[in-house]
């Protein structure tokens, strides 16, 4: 019940298309759900976050998606461009508690 | 203002010895946490301290690990006896008011155990 199920597993989309990466989790106490995005030999770096009395959240490209419903989450880069190319990262946690469960990760390449 | 700072970035250590991580947290966060990361694989909590406290280690086997994060200095992250299965990328993160999941990440000291 507390595992984050990422997919896809990786990616690849042609610059100036859109993105699409999907989370779903089980937990209905989880209430913020950030998405992370990490460059080869560095941390992660929030990306942008979302908690569950809103369905959408948008800030610049990145557009998170929230389905209270069906427990999932989506992040959406529109207009992904070569220097997008990274791994995502959503994640999970309730605001009573600071552990954050992560969801596997999908590597995002972005062709020119 | 400096991020989050670890070191050292890359450790090897032989089957045996001993790791030591150290991470100083940005400048007015008390809070620190510690994941671990291994290939292809997003990030496992392992402890959670303030300053001279250790708040939660639910995440940290209970053999071999411990951290400490004292009033002056880094918060220190230490592995003893190390394996090959400790081998993985190690994440320092910090806040400032005990919001773990608006916490800033460091670059991460990337453990090898040979």
């Known amino acids: 019940q507390q595992q984050v199920k990422q997919s896809p597993q990786s990616l690849i989309v042609q610059k100036g298309g859109i993105s699409i990466i999907n989370c779903a989790y089980e937990n209905t106490a989880f209430d913020y759900f950030p998405w992370y995005q990490q460059f080869p030999g560095k941390g992660p770096a929030l990306l942008i976050a979302i908690r569950p009395d809103v369905s959408e959240k948008k800030e610049g490209r990145f557009t998170i998606s929230f389905n209270k419903s069906a427990k999932q989450f989506s992040l959406h880069i529109m207009d992904s461009q070569p220097g997008d190319s990274a791994t995502y990262f959503c994640a999970a946690s309730r605001s009573s508690n600071y552990q954050l469960i992560w969801g596997a990760g999908t590597k995002l390449i972005i062709k020119p | 203002n400096a991020g989050v700072m670890q070191n050292p970035r890359h450790l090897v250590r032989r089957r045996g010895q001993e790791a030591r991580l150290r991470c100083s947290p940005m400048?007015?966060?008390?809070?620190v946490y510690w994941y671990r990361q291994l290939p292809e694989e997003g990030l496992k909590f392992m402890v959670y301290l303030q300053k001279e406290n250790i708040i939660d280690e639910s995440g940290m086997p209970k053999e071999r690990f411990s951290a400490e994060f004292p009033k002056e200095g880094p918060s220190i992250l230490r592995i003893q006896q190390v394996v090959r299965g400790d081998s993985a990328a190690y994440f320092c993160a910090s806040s400032p008011l005990g919001q773990g999941t608006e916490a800033f990440f460091g670059q991460g000291t990337r453990l090898t155990v040979v």
């Open positions: 400048k007015g966060h008390s809070h």
